[in-house]
């Protein structure tokens, strides 16, 4: 296994910065198919090799700043996720006596590229009749096809039975009503990927787990053995 | 079901009344005889029998001819002469009354408003005991397999007899840690990615309960506005070109529909398809109103392409054959492409307004049938709708769940 935390606009542009990663346990993620991605990790200003962050990245880590992390396993890469900075809490250790320089911590709060919907608008009234595919795909083009996302999985021939209008609304505000409205779920995928998708018509994973393949399933993790709640 | 029994008076007696809005199709007899029924919207008027209309309480003679004063008529029918209805999952039920030792009866109330008649009620009963009457289970492990962190939205299937787990669970949650390496804690080098997964069987299935009430509304409104809908598949079948094309017209494929949606009183005419690939469709109608609004709108864009449709409409002459050609003038406006309806390479959605010639573009009229004598004969608008490919640069991919909206105003 081979993780690697990227800071550039594309996985292919990122400057890679895993070397800077505190391996603590910090580094995580969530999913969910409501569209709220997270992800946080610990960084330090100087890695092993003594070379600094911050003058390999022209600065300090910005709020704002696009990341990706991917991993490698049997020579396939794959994104893990990716977003945007959310928060970083700096935090200074002098150098101790006989040190002339000291260290920083960065704890960094991310979010996927869901986020992006919370600061897009949409100013639009559409009329009944038209289908939930139109409603979405007009939002999704005048605000955030333009920010690189791009179109994955979306469910679309609910007919609306009354006029929306957003004036103005932001993306997330107006996606969580029309997610309301068809009981629907939506979220942008570490691709970029905008999904808006009804849970029952789900694509299957491939993934069975049986008698056979019950290992899958961990005994002893952070969570204890698997837990059903009815 | 109801009966209701009227004698037929001196005048008007081709069109009765009854007490409740009727649901289903009725039966109807006179001095005993029973009479043909037809539907309002449904079936083409002016024929020798009785027309029905869901959720009016209105019957009409076809040919608007009277039964006779002092003609008993007898209609019998369905209503929705109450305010709620009662739906029932046995199943649940017996499975419950198992477990408690009780009736088995979880018994609930949902107050809805704009349930237009009897169907959308039970539809919207049975959606809800479809996505709540079964107790869900939500399944919490861990695990050290990265699949799952690709599946979330995807479900998995559990056949797990020591948790009796069985059937579909949607992955609705992943939680990733990185457990650092003993010898190698770097991430770069070593270590693990622990996943927490959450998955559960409960099964959302959208809110088809707005869509019936949008689809059914919009009919109801168009049907009152003495017109009808119908639409026409066709079952040739055709494929998109593989490479750009200028000319690359396609034949034609089956699976258009319609819907309609519009409480408000505008009424408009949908055309959907859920093909993979473009379709080319025709939708008879006969109505009333002008098209005001058209658009096209793909899940997957066009891409090394623009996507180009035209809508023709035929003339009762050009309306030959089974089912009629393809063929007529189009609504846009005679020229380029572009002057028709364009979705761009890469786009998903675009529409037009006030570019039809002559704009608006004004279809037929329906407006004398209920009282011309002898009953005009109409020869109903006919629309194909045509798509072809334009080749821009690149890769081409064809669109995919392509949508074409026609709006007209009544």
């Known amino acids: 296994m081979s993780l690697k935390l ?73 994104v893990r996720f990716s977003g945007l900075i959310a928060t970083i809490l700096e ?82 505000d107006a996606f969580n009503q029309l997610r309301t409205l068809l009981q629907q779920q939506w979220w942008i995928d570490e691709n970029k990927g905008f999904h808006f998708k009804e849970l029952a018509l789900a694509p299957n994973s491939g993934i069975t787990i049986d008698n056979t393949h019950q290992n899958i399933m961990l005994q002893d993790g952070p969570t204890g053995p698997p837990q059903i709640t009815s | 079901m109801r009966s209701q029994t009227i004698i037929i008076g001196a005048t008007d007696g081709f069109f009765q009344v009854v007490d409740f809005p009727i649901d289903t199709a009725p039966t109807i007899t006179l001095n ?40 008993t008529m007898v209609v019998t029918y369905n209503a929705l002469s109450q305010s709620f209805t009662v739906d029932t999952n046995a199943t649940q039920v017996a ?5 408690e030792g009780t009736t088995g ?15 959308v009620a039970h539809s919207y009963g ?25 599946a979330v939205g995807e479900y ?67 049907i009152q506005a003495a017109a009808s809908a119908n639409a026409t598949a066709n079952n040739s079948t055709g494929s998109p070109p593989t490479t750009p094309s200028a000319t690359g017209i396609q034949s034609e494929v089956e699976g258009w529909s319609i819907g309609a949606s519009d409480q408000t009183g505008a009424g408009a005419l949908v055309l959907t398809s859920s093909l993979a690939t473009v379709p080319v469709g025709r939708v008879n109608f006969q109505n009333s109103g002008s098209i005001t609004r058209v658009s096209v709108s793909a899940r997957i864009p066009p891409q090394g392409q623009n996507l180009v449709i035209d809508i023709l409409r035929a003339t009762a ?19 380029a492409d572009s002057n028709k309806l364009v979705l761009p390479d890469s786009q998903c959605s675009v529409a037009k307004q006030t570019v039809f010639t002559p704009a608006p573009f004004t279809v037929v009229g329906m407006d004398t049938f209920t009282t011309a004598s002898p009953p005009v004969a109409i020869v109903p608008d006919l629309f194909t709708i045509q798509a072809k490919y334009v080749a821009t640069s690149g890769t081409v991919v064809n669109a995919q769940d392509v949508v074409v909206e026609i709006f007209i105003q009544f």
């Not at chain 1, 198919?33 to 880590?61: C, F, H």
């Not at chain 1, 919907?117 to 100013?123: F, K, N, P, Y």
Request: proline share 4%; with cysteine; net charge negative.
């Open chain 2, 32 to 71: 005993g005889v029973a009479q043909t029924i037809y539907q309002f919207g449904v079936d083409a008027f002016g024929k020798a029998g009785w027309y029905w209309q869901q959720g009016s309480n209105t019957l009409q003679q076809g040919q608007q001819i009277s039964p006779g004063a002092g003609v």
């Open chain 2, 156 to 222: 998995i299937t559990f056949n797990y007899t020591l948790n009796a787990l069985s059937g579909k669970f949607i992955i609705t949650d992943v939680a990733a840690t990185h457990v650092p390496g003993m010898v190698a804690p770097s991430p770069a080098t070593g270590g693990a990615i622990l996943y927490t997964v959450t998955c559960t069987n409960q099964m959302y299935t959208g809110n088809y309960v707005q869509w019936f009430l949008g689809l059914t509304t919009a009919l109801k409104t168009a």
């Open chain 2, 317 to 335: 002459a050009q309306q030959t054959g089974s089912p009629p050609c393809a063929t007529g003038t189009s609504i846009f406006v005679a020229g």
């Open chain 1, 6 to 78: 990227l800071f550039g606009p594309s996985v292919g542009a990122g400057i890679d910065v895993t070397s800077w990663l505190i391996a603590d346990g910090n580094l995580q993620w969530t999913k969910s198919v409501d569209q709220n991605w997270t992800a946080q990790w610990y960084m330090k200003s100087i890695n092993e090799s003594g070379t600094s962050l911050i003058t390999t990245l022209g600065g300090r880590p910005a709020v704002g700043q696009a990341f990706w992390i991917t991993e490698t396993l049997s020579s396939v890469t794959t």
């Open chain 2, 126 to 150: 049975q959606g809800n005991l479809t996505n709540f009457g079964v107790i869900p289970q939500i399944v919490v492990f861990d695990t050290y397999v990265s699949a799952f962190d690709e």
């Open chain 1, 91 to 172: 935090t200074a250790y002098q150098g101790g006596a006989g040190y002339t320089k000291g260290i920083l911590q960065f704890q960094i709060q991310a979010a996927g590229w869901t986020t992006v919907c919370d600061h897009r608008v949409i100013v639009e009234t559409y009329d009944a009749g038209q289908t939930s595919l139109s409603v979405i795909t007009d939002i999704y083009n005048q605000t955030i096809a333009a920010d690189g996302i791009t179109f994955a999985d979306v469910d679309g021939f609910t007919l609306s039975p009354q006029p929306l209008t957003f004036n103005p609304t932001t993306v997330t």
């Open chain 2, 95 to 99: 499975a419950r009354a198992a477990i």
């Open chain 2, 105 to 119: 009866k979880w018994e609930n109330i949902d107050q809805q408003a704009n349930m237009p008649n009897a169907s």
